[in-house]
Protein backbone atom coordinates (compact mmCIF):
# COMPACT_ATOMS: atom_id res chain seq x y z
CA UNK A 1 0.00 0.00 0.00
CA UNK A 2 1.36 3.45 -1.25
CA UNK A 3 -0.29 6.51 1.02
CA UNK A 4 -0.11 9.91 -1.08
CA UNK A 5 -1.79 13.44 0.50
CA UNK A 6 -4.90 14.53 -1.55
CA UNK A 7 -4.01 18.18 -2.66
CA UNK A 8 -6.60 21.02 -4.00
CA UNK A 9 -6.26 24.13 -5.80
CA UNK A 10 -7.62 27.45 -5.43
CA UNK A 11 -10.70 26.93 -7.80
CA UNK A 12 -11.79 24.04 -5.36
CA UNK A 13 -10.61 20.84 -7.27
CA UNK A 14 -9.28 17.84 -5.55
CA UNK A 15 -6.36 16.21 -7.17
CA UNK A 16 -4.16 13.82 -6.00
CA UNK A 17 -0.56 12.51 -8.03
CA UNK A 18 -0.49 8.59 -9.32
CA UNK A 19 2.42 6.75 -8.66
CA UNK A 20 5.29 7.31 -11.09
CA UNK A 21 6.16 3.67 -11.56
CA UNK A 22 3.28 2.24 -12.32
CA UNK A 23 2.39 5.31 -14.75
CA UNK A 24 5.40 4.08 -16.74
CA UNK A 25 4.89 0.41 -16.78
CA UNK A 26 1.46 1.55 -17.96
CA UNK A 27 2.55 4.14 -20.92
CA UNK A 28 0.98 7.08 -19.56
CA UNK A 29 2.27 10.09 -20.55
CA UNK A 30 0.32 13.53 -20.91
CA UNK A 31 -2.38 14.07 -21.98
CA UNK A 32 -3.18 10.08 -21.78
CA UNK A 33 -6.99 9.43 -20.88
CA UNK A 34 -7.56 7.07 -18.13
CA UNK A 35 -11.04 5.68 -16.70
CA UNK A 36 -12.21 6.86 -12.98
CA UNK A 37 -15.02 4.24 -11.77
CA UNK A 38 -16.48 4.34 -8.31
CA UNK A 39 -17.58 1.10 -6.64
CA UNK A 40 -20.55 0.40 -4.80
CA UNK A 41 -18.59 0.78 -1.62
CA UNK A 42 -17.15 4.31 -2.26
CA UNK A 43 -13.49 3.10 -3.59
CA UNK A 44 -12.32 4.28 -6.90
CA UNK A 45 -10.76 2.10 -9.48
CA UNK A 46 -8.24 4.23 -11.99
CA UNK A 47 -7.59 2.00 -15.36
CA UNK A 48 -4.93 3.03 -17.52
CA UNK A 49 -6.09 0.16 -20.10
CA UNK A 50 -9.86 0.69 -19.89
CA UNK A 51 -10.65 0.46 -24.08
CA UNK A 52 -8.09 -2.46 -24.48
CA UNK A 53 -9.85 -5.95 -24.67
CA UNK A 54 -6.98 -8.49 -22.74
CA UNK A 55 -5.96 -11.25 -24.66
CA UNK A 56 -6.75 -15.32 -24.20
CA UNK A 57 -4.17 -16.17 -21.11
CA UNK A 58 -2.62 -19.69 -22.68
CA UNK A 59 -0.31 -22.45 -20.62
CA UNK A 60 1.55 -25.06 -21.91
CA UNK A 61 1.56 -28.60 -20.25
CA UNK A 62 3.43 -31.60 -20.72
CA UNK A 63 1.85 -35.10 -20.97
CA UNK A 64 2.80 -36.20 -16.94
CA UNK A 65 1.39 -38.41 -15.21
CA UNK A 66 -0.22 -35.85 -13.55
CA UNK A 67 -1.98 -34.74 -16.86
CA UNK A 68 -5.49 -34.57 -15.38
CA UNK A 69 -4.63 -32.39 -12.07
CA UNK A 70 -2.47 -29.82 -14.13
CA UNK A 71 -4.97 -29.64 -16.29
CA UNK A 72 -7.86 -28.83 -13.55
CA UNK A 73 -5.15 -26.54 -11.95
CA UNK A 74 -5.21 -24.35 -15.18
CA UNK A 75 -8.34 -23.98 -15.91
CA UNK A 76 -9.22 -22.90 -12.45
CA UNK A 77 -6.44 -20.48 -12.60
CA UNK A 78 -8.23 -18.52 -15.04
CA UNK A 79 -6.54 -19.70 -18.35
CA UNK A 80 -8.42 -19.48 -21.75
CA UNK A 81 -6.36 -21.91 -23.80
CA UNK A 82 -4.49 -25.05 -21.99
CA UNK A 83 -2.20 -26.53 -24.66
CA UNK A 84 -0.98 -29.93 -24.16
CA UNK A 85 2.49 -31.02 -25.39
CA UNK A 86 4.58 -33.87 -26.25
CA UNK A 87 7.95 -34.60 -27.60
CA UNK A 88 7.52 -36.53 -29.71
CA UNK A 89 3.96 -38.48 -29.85
CA UNK A 90 0.59 -37.95 -27.51
CA UNK A 91 -0.29 -41.44 -26.05
CA UNK A 92 -4.02 -43.34 -26.41
CA UNK A 93 -3.89 -43.04 -22.61
CA UNK A 94 -3.22 -39.30 -22.38
CA UNK A 95 -5.70 -38.47 -24.92
CA UNK A 96 -8.40 -40.04 -23.10
CA UNK A 97 -7.29 -38.75 -20.13
CA UNK A 98 -7.08 -35.13 -21.54
CA UNK A 99 -10.92 -36.01 -23.43
CA UNK A 100 -12.11 -37.18 -19.71
CA UNK A 101 -10.97 -34.33 -17.95
CA UNK A 102 -11.98 -31.70 -20.14
CA UNK A 103 -15.41 -33.16 -19.91
CA UNK A 104 -15.27 -32.33 -16.27
CA UNK A 105 -14.64 -28.55 -16.64
CA UNK A 106 -17.73 -26.59 -17.52
CA UNK A 107 -16.85 -24.60 -21.28
CA UNK A 108 -13.43 -26.80 -21.86
CA UNK A 109 -13.90 -27.42 -25.25
CA UNK A 110 -10.63 -29.21 -27.39
CA UNK A 111 -10.55 -26.92 -30.45
CA UNK A 112 -7.30 -28.85 -32.30
CA UNK A 113 -5.83 -31.61 -32.19
CA UNK A 114 -2.71 -33.87 -33.56
CA UNK A 115 -0.05 -36.55 -32.87
CA UNK A 116 1.54 -34.35 -30.16
CA UNK A 117 -0.22 -31.52 -29.15
CA UNK A 118 -3.94 -31.12 -28.18
CA UNK A 119 -5.29 -27.47 -27.56
CA UNK A 120 -8.15 -26.87 -25.64
CA UNK A 121 -10.24 -23.34 -25.03
CA UNK A 122 -12.92 -22.32 -22.52
CA UNK A 123 -15.66 -20.54 -24.37
CA UNK A 124 -17.40 -19.05 -21.04
CA UNK A 125 -17.86 -15.68 -20.88
CA UNK A 126 -17.39 -15.08 -17.43
CA UNK A 127 -19.68 -11.90 -16.76
CA UNK A 128 -22.68 -14.14 -17.97
CA UNK A 129 -22.21 -16.47 -14.59
CA UNK A 130 -23.03 -14.65 -11.66
CA UNK A 131 -21.42 -16.31 -8.77
CA UNK A 132 -24.79 -16.57 -6.55
CA UNK A 133 -26.43 -18.29 -9.42
CA UNK A 134 -23.39 -21.14 -9.81
CA UNK A 135 -23.88 -21.71 -6.04
CA UNK A 136 -27.24 -22.09 -6.19
CA UNK A 137 -27.24 -24.20 -8.99
CA UNK A 138 -24.82 -26.53 -7.01
CA UNK A 139 -26.92 -26.83 -3.59
CA UNK A 140 -29.79 -27.86 -5.96
CA UNK A 141 -28.25 -30.51 -6.56
CA UNK A 142 -26.43 -31.59 -3.69
CA UNK A 143 -29.64 -31.20 -1.63
CA UNK A 144 -31.61 -33.30 -4.10
CA UNK A 145 -29.03 -35.88 -3.88
CA UNK A 146 -29.14 -35.77 0.00
CA UNK A 147 -32.77 -36.08 -0.05
CA UNK A 148 -32.82 -39.05 -2.83
CA UNK A 149 -30.19 -41.04 -1.25
CA UNK A 150 -31.91 -41.31 2.07
CA UNK A 151 -35.03 -42.66 0.56
CA UNK A 152 -33.02 -44.89 -1.70
CA UNK A 153 -31.62 -46.13 2.02
CA UNK A 154 -35.15 -46.24 3.48
CA UNK A 155 -37.08 -47.65 0.59
CA UNK A 156 -34.31 -50.21 -0.78
CA UNK A 157 -33.82 -48.27 -4.25
CA UNK A 158 -30.69 -49.00 -5.55
CA UNK A 159 -31.66 -47.80 -8.70
CA UNK A 160 -31.86 -44.59 -6.93
CA UNK A 161 -29.06 -44.51 -4.99
CA UNK A 162 -27.17 -45.23 -8.54
CA UNK A 163 -28.32 -42.42 -9.88
CA UNK A 164 -27.54 -40.28 -6.54
CA UNK A 165 -24.01 -41.50 -7.33
CA UNK A 166 -23.88 -40.38 -10.98
CA UNK A 167 -25.12 -36.78 -10.25
CA UNK A 168 -22.29 -36.06 -8.24
CA UNK A 169 -20.14 -35.30 -11.29
CA UNK A 170 -22.32 -32.52 -11.93
CA UNK A 171 -21.76 -30.89 -8.59
CA UNK A 172 -18.25 -31.44 -9.25
CA UNK A 173 -18.83 -29.40 -12.21
CA UNK A 174 -20.24 -26.60 -10.43
CA UNK A 175 -17.58 -26.25 -7.81
CA UNK A 176 -14.55 -25.87 -10.59
CA UNK A 177 -16.68 -23.93 -12.77
CA UNK A 178 -17.35 -21.40 -9.08
CA UNK A 179 -13.96 -21.48 -8.41
CA UNK A 180 -12.47 -20.59 -12.13
CA UNK A 181 -14.91 -17.82 -11.90
CA UNK A 182 -14.47 -16.50 -8.27
CA UNK A 183 -10.44 -16.24 -9.06
CA UNK A 184 -10.99 -14.49 -12.32
CA UNK A 185 -13.07 -11.90 -10.38
CA UNK A 186 -10.62 -11.41 -7.51
CA UNK A 187 -8.47 -10.45 -10.71
CA UNK A 188 -10.17 -8.16 -12.28
CA UNK A 189 -12.39 -5.47 -10.85
CA UNK A 190 -14.15 -4.32 -13.79
CA UNK A 191 -15.94 -7.79 -13.70
CA UNK A 192 -16.10 -7.58 -9.88
CA UNK A 193 -18.76 -4.05 -10.79
CA UNK A 194 -20.17 -5.68 -13.82
CA UNK A 195 -21.55 -8.92 -11.66
CA UNK A 196 -22.10 -6.92 -8.33
CA UNK A 197 -19.57 -9.48 -6.13
CA UNK A 198 -16.96 -8.19 -4.19
CA UNK A 199 -13.60 -9.58 -4.23
CA UNK A 200 -14.05 -10.05 -0.17
CA UNK A 201 -17.47 -11.73 -0.90
CA UNK A 202 -15.29 -14.11 -2.75
CA UNK A 203 -13.70 -15.63 0.07
CA UNK A 204 -17.26 -16.99 1.49
CA UNK A 205 -18.70 -18.06 -1.56
CA UNK A 206 -15.83 -20.35 -2.19
CA UNK A 207 -16.05 -21.95 1.57
CA UNK A 208 -19.55 -22.26 0.95
CA UNK A 209 -19.14 -23.62 -2.52
CA UNK A 210 -16.85 -26.13 -0.93
CA UNK A 211 -19.43 -27.13 1.76
CA UNK A 212 -21.61 -27.52 -0.60
CA UNK A 213 -19.84 -30.26 -2.48
CA UNK A 214 -19.03 -32.07 0.50
CA UNK A 215 -23.11 -31.83 1.04
CA UNK A 216 -23.25 -34.27 -2.23
CA UNK A 217 -19.85 -36.20 -1.19
CA UNK A 218 -21.65 -37.37 2.07
CA UNK A 219 -24.68 -38.17 0.24
CA UNK A 220 -22.75 -40.52 -2.25
CA UNK A 221 -21.66 -42.14 0.59
CA UNK A 222 -25.31 -42.97 2.01
CA UNK A 223 -26.34 -44.18 -1.88
CA UNK A 224 -23.18 -46.68 -1.75
CA UNK A 225 -24.30 -48.19 1.53
CA UNK A 226 -28.28 -48.05 0.10
CA UNK A 227 -26.19 -50.08 -3.06
CA UNK A 228 -24.37 -52.61 -0.43
CA UNK A 229 -27.40 -53.35 1.74
CA UNK A 230 -29.43 -53.91 -1.96
CA UNK A 231 -33.29 -54.69 -1.69
CA UNK A 232 -33.14 -55.25 2.47
CA UNK A 233 -35.58 -53.79 4.24
CA UNK A 234 -35.10 -51.54 7.67
CA UNK A 235 -36.84 -52.08 10.40
CA UNK A 236 -39.78 -49.93 10.93
CA UNK A 237 -38.83 -47.85 13.82
CA UNK A 238 -35.38 -47.91 12.91
CA UNK A 239 -36.83 -46.65 9.10
CA UNK A 240 -38.66 -43.36 10.95
CA UNK A 241 -35.82 -42.55 13.10
CA UNK A 242 -33.82 -42.08 10.02
CA UNK A 243 -36.25 -40.19 8.32
CA UNK A 244 -36.42 -38.18 11.27
CA UNK A 245 -33.20 -37.36 11.57
CA UNK A 246 -33.00 -36.42 7.45
CA UNK A 247 -35.69 -34.06 7.96
CA UNK A 248 -33.56 -31.62 10.34
CA UNK A 249 -30.31 -31.74 8.65
CA UNK A 250 -32.25 -31.68 5.45
CA UNK A 251 -33.77 -28.49 6.72
CA UNK A 252 -30.55 -27.27 8.34
CA UNK A 253 -28.80 -27.04 4.85
CA UNK A 254 -31.59 -25.35 3.43
CA UNK A 255 -32.06 -22.69 5.83
CA UNK A 256 -28.43 -22.22 6.18
CA UNK A 257 -28.45 -21.63 2.28
CA UNK A 258 -31.14 -19.72 2.20
CA UNK A 259 -29.86 -17.20 5.53
CA UNK A 260 -26.64 -16.70 3.11
CA UNK A 261 -28.25 -15.19 0.41
CA UNK A 262 -30.89 -13.22 2.18
CA UNK A 263 -28.15 -12.52 5.18
CA UNK A 264 -30.81 -13.56 7.92
CA UNK A 265 -28.40 -13.97 11.15
CA UNK A 266 -31.87 -14.82 12.77
CA UNK A 267 -32.08 -17.86 10.35
CA UNK A 268 -28.72 -18.57 10.41
CA UNK A 269 -28.77 -18.98 14.46
CA UNK A 270 -31.46 -21.14 14.17
CA UNK A 271 -29.44 -23.78 12.61
CA UNK A 272 -26.92 -23.87 15.12
CA UNK A 273 -29.81 -24.44 17.57
CA UNK A 274 -30.30 -27.90 16.22
CA UNK A 275 -27.32 -29.31 17.83
CA UNK A 276 -28.54 -30.98 20.64
CA UNK A 277 -31.44 -32.31 18.74
CA UNK A 278 -29.47 -33.81 15.70
CA UNK A 279 -27.29 -34.88 19.00
CA UNK A 280 -30.52 -36.55 20.42
CA UNK A 281 -31.45 -38.28 17.61
CA UNK A 282 -28.07 -39.43 16.38
CA UNK A 283 -27.69 -41.19 19.74
CA UNK A 284 -31.30 -42.54 19.71
CA UNK A 285 -30.59 -44.02 15.85
CA UNK A 286 -27.44 -45.88 17.07
CA UNK A 287 -29.59 -47.60 20.36
CA UNK A 288 -31.83 -48.76 17.91
CA UNK A 289 -29.56 -50.42 15.28
CA UNK A 290 -27.85 -52.65 18.31
CA UNK A 291 -31.05 -54.34 18.26
CA UNK A 292 -31.23 -55.07 14.20
CA UNK A 293 -29.10 -57.79 12.08
CA UNK A 294 -25.66 -57.91 12.32
CA UNK A 295 -25.00 -56.76 8.68
CA UNK A 296 -27.00 -53.65 9.00
CA UNK A 297 -25.09 -52.36 11.79
CA UNK A 298 -22.23 -51.09 9.78
CA UNK A 299 -24.25 -49.45 7.15
CA UNK A 300 -26.55 -47.65 9.12
CA UNK A 301 -24.08 -46.81 11.35
CA UNK A 302 -21.67 -45.05 8.28
CA UNK A 303 -24.78 -43.30 6.73
CA UNK A 304 -25.46 -41.73 10.39
CA UNK A 305 -22.07 -40.83 10.47
CA UNK A 306 -22.57 -39.29 6.83
CA UNK A 307 -25.84 -37.17 8.34
CA UNK A 308 -23.89 -35.93 11.08
CA UNK A 309 -21.60 -34.96 8.63
CA UNK A 310 -23.92 -32.96 6.65
CA UNK A 311 -24.96 -31.32 9.36
CA UNK A 312 -21.56 -29.84 10.84
CA UNK A 313 -21.30 -28.28 6.91
CA UNK A 314 -24.58 -26.86 7.34
CA UNK A 315 -23.04 -25.03 10.84
CA UNK A 316 -20.08 -24.25 8.75
CA UNK A 317 -22.37 -22.57 5.66
CA UNK A 318 -24.47 -20.66 8.67
CA UNK A 319 -21.63 -19.21 10.01
CA UNK A 320 -20.38 -17.19 7.08
CA UNK A 321 -23.85 -15.62 7.21
CA UNK A 322 -23.08 -11.40 8.04
CA UNK A 323 -25.98 -8.80 8.71
CA UNK A 324 -26.92 -6.50 5.89
CA UNK A 325 -24.97 -3.83 5.65
CA UNK A 326 -26.96 -0.75 6.53
Not at 177 to 197: A, C, F, M
Not at 212 to 220: A, L, N, Q, T, Y
Amino acid sequence: MELRKVQRTSSGTFFVCLPKEWAERSGIDRGSVISVLETDNGRLIIDAKYDVEPGPRTAVIKSTSHLDREIIEKYLLGYDIIQVEAKEKISLSDRERVKQTSSRLVGLEIIEEDYSKIVMQCLLEPSAFPPERILRREYSIASGMHRDAVTALIEGDIHLAKNVIARDNEVDRLYFLLVRILRTVIQNPRLSEKLGILPIDCLDYRLAASLVESIGDRSVQIAEKSVQLGDAKIAEELSQLIQKLHGVVYTSHENALKAMFTRDVALAQSVSDEREKVAALIQEVEKTVRSQPVEFAPCILAVISSMSRIYDHSVDIADLVMPKPV
